[in-house]
């Protein structure tokens, strides 16, 4: 599944999930293509947008054999412990 918000020339994709047994068959691929496509039929959409953890390498071979381009860095601040067992 995938999760998306479409702006106004923009589209971001919020989440996308494949279960674990269901991965590496394309199945991401195929949706994302499918937002392309459909993004490309409205006409006035300039990019789809996502991210994805900085560890999530996966993800991010997925993305770049997709030919998405990384284009931004984002830094966060943690206000508070999230339970993974990282100190902050």
Not at 47 to 53: C, F, P, V
């Amino acid at each position: 599944m995938i999760i998306y918000d479409c702006g106004p020339e923009n589209w971001s994709i919020l989440l996308g999930y494949v279960l674990p047994e269901h991965r590496w068959k394309g199945i991401c691929t195929a949706l994302f293509y499918a937002l392309r496509d459909k993004a490309k039929e409205q006409g006035n959409i300039f990019s789809i947008l996502s991210g994805t953890h900085l560890n999530n390498l996966a993800a991010q071979a997925a993305f770049e054999a997709q030919r998405r381009t990384k284009e931004y860095i984002m830094y966060s601040y943690p206000l508070k412990d999230r339970g993974d067992g990282k100190s902050h």
